[in-house]
T-cell receptor, first 119, second 108 residues
Framework: GAVVSQHPSRVICKSGTSVKIECRSL??????MFWYRQFPKKSLMLMAT?????????EQGVEKDKFLINHASLTLSTLTVTSAHPEDSSFYIC???????????????FGEGSRLTVL | AQRVTQPEKLLSVFKGAPVELKCNYS??????LFWYVQYSRQRLQLLLR??SRESIKGFTADLNKGETSFHLKKPFAQEEDSAMYYC??????????FGKGTKLTVNP
C-alpha cells in the first residue's frame, strides 16, 4: 500500500517555541492531507484538511494561527505549532489520500504519528 | 453532522471465541463506513470498508442502515487480533470522522 511518513516521530520543546512537523507521501501524490490530534485514551480529532496549493480548512475550535498548515507540494504537508504551550502536548497524526486509485474508495493512509511534548 | 459511536472502550475475549465490536453512526445522507485498526506500536491502517463487502483477516462488517450500525465481527478471535479498532465515517465531504475506539484484548 501507499506510504505516508511523518517527521519527527518525537519532539520535545520549551514553552513558547515553535515546532514543525512534516508529513510526506512517499510513493504517491496527495492532493489532500488531513491532520489529526489524538488525546490519551481518546479518539482522533480532525484538526484540518490540507489542500495542495490552497489554504487549509480548519475544523471548528482549532486555532489556525496556532496550528499553521502548509501544503506546498503534492507530497508534503507541514504542521507548525506556534508558540507551543504544555497543553499542546499531544500525538499528531497526518493522513493522505491519493490522486487516483484509492481516492474513490475513501481510504486514507496514515503516518506513524509525531509525539509533541512541550515543557 | 457526522457522528460515530463505539460504546465499548474495552473488550476482552478468549482465543477462539466470537468477537463483535459495535459501531453506530449518525449521518443524514449515504455514508461510507470503515474500520481502521492500530496494532501495538504501529500506525493506523485500514481493515475494511463497507463498499468492498470483503472479509479481511476473518473480520466482516455489514452496514445496517435501519439500525445505523456497522458492527465488526469475527467468529473465532486470535491473539494477534489484539489491537485498537476505530470505526470511521465519511460523509459528503472528504473528511473522515472517527469513533473513540475499542481496545480489543484476546486472551490465550
Amino acid at each position: 500500500g501507499a506510504v505516508v511518513s511523518q517527521h519527527p516521530s518525537r519532539v520535545i520543546c520549551k514553552s513558547g517555541t515553535s515546532v514543525k512537523i512534516e508529513c510526506r507521501s512517499l510513493d504517491f501524490q496527495a492532493t489532500t492531507m488531513f491532520w489529526y490530534r489524538q488525546f490519551p485514551k481518546k479518539s482522533l480529532m480532525l484538526m484540518a484538511t490540507s489542500n495542495e496549493g490552497s489554504k487549509a480548512t480548519y475544523e471548528q475550535g482549532v486555532e489556525k494561527d496556532k496550528f499553521l498548515i502548509n501544503h506546498a507540494s503534492l507530497t508534503l504537508s507541514t504542521l507548525t505549532v506556534t508558540s507551543a504551550h504544555p497543553e499542546d502536548s499531544s500525538f499528531y497524526i497526518c493522513s493522505a489520500r491519493g490522486l487516483s486509485g484509492n481516492a474513490n474508495t475513501g481510504e486514507l493512509f496514515f503516518g506513524e504519528g509525531s509525539r509533541l511534548t512541550v515543557l | 453532522a457526522q457522528r460515530v459511536t463505539q460504546p465499548e472502550k474495552l473488550l476482552s475475549v478468549f482465543k477462539g471465541a466470537p468477537v463483535e465490536l459495535k459501531c453506530n453512526y449518525s449521518y443524514s445522507g449515504s455514508p461510507e463506513l470503515f474500520w481502521y485498526v492500530q496494532y501495538s506500536r504501529q500506525r493506523l491502517q485500514l481493515l475494511l470498508r463497507h463498499i468492498s463487502r470483503e472479509s479481511i483477516k476473518g473480520f466482516t462488517a455489514d452496514l445496517n442502515k435501519g439500525e445505523t450500525s456497522f458492527h465488526l465481527k469475527k467468529p473465532f478471535a486470535q491473539e494477534e487480533d489484539s489491537a485498537m479498532y476505530y470505526c470511521a465515517l465519511k460523509g459528503g465531504s472528504e473528511k473522515l470522522v472517527f469513533g473513540k475506539g475499542t481496545k480489543l484484548t484476546v486472551n490465550p
